[in-house]
């Protein structure tokens, strides 16, 4: 069985894409294009994997806009389904809360 996040690559590659209220919301207060973190998607780097989540699997990506900006996304599946690709989040990760590079929390 493929990862959540081979997935979820596979899924956005098809076009195969819903965008959660929630996301659009918060692309739009961080200055953040939905096409960019569709597109890149392909080119993202998980995270963190939440295979169990209640509300179904999803993953953390670090992500780059096209100008640099690094972006964590979450996307997931429908619990119990397997399409479409929900970005359910994306924001500017804030440098007080991630180690340099955004990859890590703080402690």
């Not at 919301?25 to 295979?51: C, F, H, N, Q, W």
């Not at 690709?85 to 990859?103: H, M, N, Q």
Request: contains cysteine.
């Amino acid at each position: 069985m493929a990862s959540t996040f081979d997935q979820i690559r596979t899924l956005v590659s098809d076009g195969n894409v819903r965008i959660s209220e929630h996301a659009y919301d918060e692309l739009a207060a961080d200055g953040l294009l939905t096409r960019e973190m569709v597109e890149g998607v392909s080119d993202a780097e998980l995270l963190e994997d939440y295979p169990d989540y209640p509300k179904g699997p999803c993953v953390l990506l670090l992500q780059r806009t096209r100008d640099g900006r690094p972006a964590h996304t979450v996307w997931g599946l429908p619990v119990g389904q397997t399409e479409p690709a929900v970005l359910i989040t994306a924001y500017s990760p804030d440098p007080e809360k991630w180690e340099p590079g955004f990859r890590r929390r703080r402690r």
